[in-house]
């Protein structure tokens, strides 16, 4: 594996590399990365990982400070799991990036743009460079981050960047919970308070409850188990609207907070 921080390295490698794919992460990874890495292997000669914190993706710094950070542990998944590149700019580096050249995508004003504003400007930055840096044929993106995904299907989409996006499940663990770097924050009781929360979530979801159902029993339900939450949507995937009210088709979007850490999941 060979580990890379810059970019004008990168652009050296452009031309003898034909079909390879992309995973872009902000490190700490676990084994929902881990799956991204592997479906890259499966379909790619050769297969990039990034990692990089990108403080404008965050709207507290001390979310940020908080962030797990693990780089040698990295470094030792990816030599693992045969990444070929791993790139790790320096903030320095990113921040010398001229970006903001392409189109934005509209962003409906709701969860995460609503909760974090500037959030998705951040990530598209990074998108914008990377995606015009690396020779990359596939991106892997988990529907872990649904909302980001769109966003990222939108903005290749205006911008007809010829980068085929691979929407990724979301990797959990044995009891339900998506994995997440943030989980590392979270000590035992709180990890099961998560873990009982998705699966009444999943629960409601299978019982086929209407929209309005769902989304009043879940608020009932983080109402009596004192968890704060900035949302519960049940969204219509081909709008990425709100679904009607008696709708059965829908995806179930969440952020919520355990002992300050703000969790997003969908189901
Ligand atoms: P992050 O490092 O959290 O920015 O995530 C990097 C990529 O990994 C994003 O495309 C995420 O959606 C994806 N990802 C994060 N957690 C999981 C998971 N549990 N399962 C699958 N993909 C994930």
């Not at 996006?165 to 994995?179: E, F, H, S, Y």
């Not at 770097?181 to 086929?208: D, E, G, Q």
């Not at 709708?247 to 919520?256: E, G, Q, T, V, W």
Request: charged content about 30%.
């Amino acid at each position: 594996m060979r580990i890379v921080k810059k970019s004008k390295e990168i652009n050296s490698l452009f031309n003898s590399i034909k079909s390879s794919g992309f995973i872009p992460t902000m490190g700490s990874l676990h084994k929902g990365h881990e799956f991204l890495i592997m479906k890259s292997k499966q379909q790619n000669n050769v297969t990039f990982v990034s990692i990089f914190l990108n403080p404008k993706q965050f709207n507290y710094k001390k979310d940020l400070k908080n962030y797990p950070s693990n780089i040698t542990n990295d470094i030792k998944i990816c030599k693992k799991n045969k990444v070929d590149y791993l790139f790790i700019p320096s903030f320095k580096e990113v921040y010398s990036w001229k970006t903001y050249k392409k189109k934005f995508p509209k962003i409906k004003n709701i969860m995460e743009q609503k909760f974090r504003s500037g959030h998705f400007k951040g990530v598209l930055q990074v998108i914008e460079k990377l995606s015009d840096i690396l020779p990359a044929k596939r991106i892997y993106l988990g529907e872990k981050d649904y909302q980001q995904l769109k966003i990222i299907k939108d903005y290749f989409s205006i911008n007809k960047i010829k980068i085929k996006i691979i929407k990724c499940k979301t990797i959990r663990d044995k009891n339900g919970l998506a994995l997440s770097s943030r989980n590392k924050l979270l000590n035992f009781k709180n990890i099961t308070k998560a873990s009982k929360l998705i699966n009444y979530i999943k629960k409601v979801k299978n019982k086929k409850n209407s929209a309005s159902s769902v989304t009043r029993l879940i608020k009932k339900y983080l109402k009596q188990n004192k968890i704060k939450f900035d949302y519960v949507k049940c969204i219509n995937l081909k709008s990425f609207e709100n679904s009607k009210k008696n709708s059965l088709k829908f995806r179930i979007f969440i952020a919520f907070y355990l002992n300050k850490v703000r969790l997003i999941d969908n189901v």
